[in-house]
């Protein structure tokens, strides 16, 4: 499995665009990339997907490069309610692949 | 759709008893179920793979005669801490995902103290 790096921790205001980026060096070809959003004393929930290039959803664009050895989780217009740990995952794209979680990035978004 | 739920939220036992924590899909069967383990301000620590039918498989350094998984049907595993000790106070959360699909969904959680 493919070890990801991310920052620990980001400020924001409210408003702002967020981008955390996640390193994944030793991404396989079979690697999909995937984000989750953990608020305390819950589970992490899921927030987007991608393989290469750019998707989007309602409520993040995820940005990968050409060599997929990077990505980037972008928020548009952050508010108070998305201070988080954000997870960034590696791993193959069928049922039930082993998910090992990093650190995460701890987001606080400020008034 | 897609909803996992676990049971109970929080829970507190004596020092050596056994507590037995389910992990259902509401609304989904879930061919494989994951157990992670989290300890505060740390991220979440996978403890075991389990699969329908099947034994369940356990990292490394997870004790399987302590943490045993059951996954008798595709709605519900089982996880019971067995003689349970402090330092087995955690958040344990489950996961559960449906055969072709990459996605996982988290139960809420649930807060093991023991004392």
């Known amino acids: 499995l493919a070890k990801t790096t991310q920052p620990i921790s980001m400020d924001s205001y409210e408003g702002q665009e967020v981008n955390i980026t996640c390193s994944h060096n030793n991404i396989a070809t079979n690697d999909y990339i995937t984000w989750y959003q953990q608020f305390p004393s819950q589970g992490p929930r899921f927030i987007i997907q991608g393989y290469k290039t750019k998707v989007t959803n309602e409520v993040a664009s995820l940005f990968i490069p050409a060599d997929r050895k990077s990505s980037t989780l972008s928020l548009p217009r952050v508010s108070l309610s998305d201070t988080a740990v954000y997870y960034c995952l590696v791993g193959e794209n069928t049922g039930g692949f082993k998910t090992i979680f990093g650190a995460g990035t701890r987001l606080f978004v400020k008034a | 759709g897609a909803v996992v739920s676990q049971h109970p939220s929080w829970v507190i036992c004596k020092s050596g008893t056994s507590v037995k924590i389910e992990c259902r899909s509401l609304d989904f069967q879930a061919t494989t179920m994951f157990w992670y383990r989290q300890f505060p301000k740390q991220s979440l620590m996978l403890m075991a793979t389990s699969n329908e039918g099947s034994k369940a498989t356990y990292e490394q350094g997870v004790e399987k005669d302590k943490f045993l998984i059951n996954h008798a049907s595709l709605t519900l595993s089982t996880l019971t801490v067995t003689s349970a000790h402090p330092e087995d106070s955690s958040f344990y959360i489950c996961?559960?995902?449906?055969?072709?699909?990459?996605?996982?969904?988290f139960g809420p959680g649930t807060r093991l103290t023991v004392t």
């Open positions: 996961s559960a995902s449906r055969r072709g699909s990459y996605e996982q969904y």
